[in-house]
């Protein structure tokens, strides 16, 4: 059993990005009480647009677990999935989504798009939202104010 709750555990991945320079989004993928993958946005560091938390934890998570796919997983993640990572959920087909913060802007899951919710999505996880979210949206405020 991890020592903290898998969605403090994003949540201080997320701090982590920040101190990077990265924006402060972090993910953890869960197979019931067992870590797969626990990783944060590395965009900058990586020199890749594709580099976020979700993608990166879902790469080391299928890595570690052989199959393919995810089915049976859970994702925890500060902020509400982009359009390419509510995709990547969906192709690697998790179990459930948990997200801190909306993202009006960009996300794609109770936002924009809303991509599980279209006919043509093949999979559409349970999503529970708004976890971590006070702590998360205090983060990603100060780092964009920052930023300004």
Same mark, same amino acid.
């Given at each position: 059993?991890p020592?903290?709750?898998?969605?403090?555990?994003?949540?201080?991945?997320?701090?982590e990005?920040?101190?990077y320079?990265?924006?402060p989004?972090?993910?953890?993928?869960?197979?019931?009480?067992?870590?797969?993958?626990?990783?944060?946005?590395?965009?900058?560091?990586?020199?890749? &647009? $594709?580099? %976020?938390?979700?993608i990166?934890? +879902?790469?080391?998570?299928? *890595?570690? @677990?052989?199959?393919?796919? !995810?089915?049976?997983?859970?994702?925890?993640?500060?902020?509400?999935?982009?359009?390419?990572?509510?995709?990547?959920?969906?192709?690697?087909?998790?179990?459930?989504?948990?997200?801190?913060?909306?993202?009006v802007?960009?996300?794609?899951?109770?936002?924009?798009?809303?991509?599980?919710?279209? &006919? $043509?999505? %093949?999979?559409?996880?349970?999503? +529970?939202?708004?976890?971590? *979210?006070? @702590?998360?949206?205090?983060? !990603?405020?100060?780092?964009?104010?920052?930023?300004?």
């Amino acid at each position: 059993m991890p020592s903290q709750s898998p969605m403090d555990l994003a949540l201080s991945l997320a701090e982590e990005a920040a101190t990077y320079g990265e924006a402060p989004v972090g993910a953890v993928v869960m197979e019931g009480e067992v870590i797969l993958a626990a990783e944060r946005n590395r965009m900058k560091a990586l020199n890749d &647009p $594709t580099a %976020h938390a979700e993608i990166l934890a +879902i790469r080391t998570a299928l *890595a570690k @677990r052989g199959t393919g796919r !995810l089915d049976g997983c859970d994702l925890y993640v500060t902020l509400e999935p982009c359009a390419m990572c509510a995709g990547a959920i969906a192709h690697v087909r998790l179990r459930r989504v948990y997200f801190a913060a909306e993202d009006v802007k960009a996300g794609a899951v109770e936002n924009g798009i809303r991509l599980f919710e279209q &006919p $043509t999505c %093949h999979h559409h996880p349970e999503v +529970i939202a708004g976890l971590g *979210a006070g @702590r998360s949206e205090a983060m !990603l405020r100060e780092f964009f104010k920052a930023l300004r």
